[in-house]
């Protein structure tokens, strides 16, 4: 229930402020309450009054005048006393063993015998992560890393210890405002009666822009509060009212991003702050538009032209509608860090990372119809895709085996290993298919360049025949596995075996299922192969004795891809609960599976936070609500909604999610027994043959659906969907459905 703001009248000092209490005027002073608020802090800004009012659920900002309440931040725990009700899950060294030795996902089956995954289903199959995370500002080089004892690297001590093997001692990590780039950590020990709250943010306001990181720590004890605001910039020094002037300003800047393309809202709270979190997180990665792969170790100069930076980045930007940012980013890539041979100036570019820069360059154009930025750059991406193209050709054409692919790196990692540069890997194939693919049809669309475009769109139909013919000939169909090349080793016994099987579970077969080259049962059946043989937990990627989750999103497309909703939603939830900092939310390149020492686990040795495992959840959400194949003209609509999601009164609300088509906007609402989904498309460039809406309900119900008041024949009950066929460049539906709450 929210706390009712006292009216601020007037500052007096910066250290009192009069408050309008029923018809009279009353003096406070910091420190002192007025009503259930105390006040923190008390100035004027160009002429108006402010004050900072705090209670045990939110921090304010008020000012005298209109909008009297600036910013209202949200507190991720209530009295710091409130933490002792919270537990950290331990578990035996036994439980670790038989999960690390099994070769099913033992979590994930847990989770799927009492029905769909969901956040709360999977967060105690494992201790929660806990680790380092930085704040920041756009506008700034500088990123200021926090450990979890509250340490801000070269900047301020650590405030509290987080000893996880204390039952006495409790302890939480959070972000103000549920999503802000704030800092908020408490702990509290029951036997002392004593606690320690952090708060930390940062802001661009030094002398010269430099980074400026504000700290303030508030002790209780059976004294009562000691509360300490200071700043760091060149050195630390003490502040007062100063600190809650520059929170005020970052709260804005932050909701900026938050505020900017589409805008979507599910009723699962924490799954709600993880994804606005996230977004948030991983576009603050990178510095302006230099990529940078993550912070700490990934931030140094020779992982900045690492392409999944760019192309995870881009990715989210381009499926959330942030358009503007998307072409900045590419703008500078494509500029700064492709050579005049059309390679990436990168010491191991992966043929993958071909393709998926130029299906990113070509999806860009389809959102935006920006031909001019497309008519800047052609000269670039033809470097590439033409220097793809007589890689092709030179490949071996008198063996069947190897005819029309082309050789060369699938990881980085691989870049000093002998003969690496010269072998094949269909993930390297497929998406240097589905890049020609995408180009050629942007090329078709202007008349100068239709000749061109069509001859790249048959070179990579032939394309796609050679793989697919090189992919058959290469499965073992008894064993039920499928390589990762025409040479590779296999079938393997436990995808984590070796570290060569750690790498083709953890990227090689999960980029081969992402660019809609490969057919359906080919997908399934690596699937399927991988969760026998040891390569998930709770639908997370093992890599030797780790969790390694940057990938993923490639894996988690080809399930979507192939309607397998319960790994989809499995992996989405995995990853958001365990692979990501519980609280702080960030999430890193590795994480142990057990923990190394005490209750709690951490990332794997320097794998810290990065770009591709921060975007993750952000990308697969939107998926999973509005999705599209580049080869079908067919719309796809809550294709992965989790049925609780669609169970809820509040429902699920997308608005303004981009399609090549065009925007599209839907809401649902269950209530009385009947699922309602409201959808709004405006098809403006072009409109899809179909559109396939998902509603998970059962047969009976999906035969008795109505759309916008009438009886709706067009259902698939296999993929238990309606079938809508759009008759204009706008549309309106109103699907009703009999649901169960």
Known sequence: MARTLPRLVKTLTDRQATFAQGKTAVRVRV??????????????????????????DEICIVGTETPRVRARMHRPFGALQSLSERDVPTYQREYYDELMQAQTDLLAARVARKGEPSFAAVADLLPPVMSMTFVGDHRAHERAIVRPDGAVENRFEPVFELDTEDRAGHFSHGLLARDMNALCYGSYDEDKSEGVELLVFALADGPSGELSVYRRVRRLDAEGEAVFHER???DAQPVSWQFYAALLRAHARDKQLSATGAQIEVPEPTVRDIIRASSLLGDLTFRGVLPKYGVGYYAEAHHDSFPPSLVFLVWLHLEWGRLARARDLLSHYLSRRVNEEGAFDYYGPAVAEYGQVLSLCARYVQLSGDRAWWNTYLLIIRRVF??????????????????????????????QQE?????????GDVWVCRGLRQVGKVLTRDADTKAEGLTLIEESRAY??????????????????????????????????????SYCNYRYLLEMVSAGILDDATVRRIARYRRAHGGELVGMTRFMDHLDDWPTWHYARG???????????????????????????????????RPEAGALRSHHGRAEQVVPCQVMGPIMLKHMLVDEQPDEEVLHLLRACPRAWLASLQG?????????????????????????????AGFSQGAPERVVLRVPVGPEALAAVKVNGRTHAQIDPRKLAVILTPKGAWQAWRVIVACKA
Request: glycine share 8%; net charge negative.
């Open 232 to 234: 760091h910039c060149s």
């Open 652 to 680: 699920v609300q997308a608005c303004d999610v981009p399609t090549r088509w065009g925007p599209i906007s839907l809401c649902t609402r269950c209530e009385g027994g009947e699922l309602t989904v409201d959808i709004e």
């Open 386 to 415: 033409r220097r793809l193209i007589a890689l092709r050709e030179a490949s071996c054409a008198d063996d069947p085996l190897h005819k029309g692919l082309i050789p060369g790196l699938p990881e980085a990692d691989y870049h």
């Open 559 to 593: 399930l979507l891809d192939v309607d397998d909703v319960a790994g989809y939603l499995m992996t989405f939830y995995g990853h958001l609960a365990h692979h990501h900092s519980r609280g702080n939310w960030a999430s890193y390149e590795q994480v142990w599976i």
């Open 464 to 501: 796609e025949k050679d793989i697919r013919r090189a992919v058959k000939a290469a499965t073992d169909r008894e064993a039920g596995f499928v390589p990762a090349g025409p040479d590779e080793p296999g079938p393997f016994e436990s995808m984590t075996e070796s570290r060569h099987a």
């Open 419 to 427: 003969g690496e540069w010269d072998k094949y890997y269909f993930s």
């Open 31 to 56: 420190g002192d309450e007025v009503g259930d608020w105390t006040l923190r802090a008390a100035w004027a800004e160009d002429g108006v009054s402010l004050a900072a009012l705090e209670s045990p």
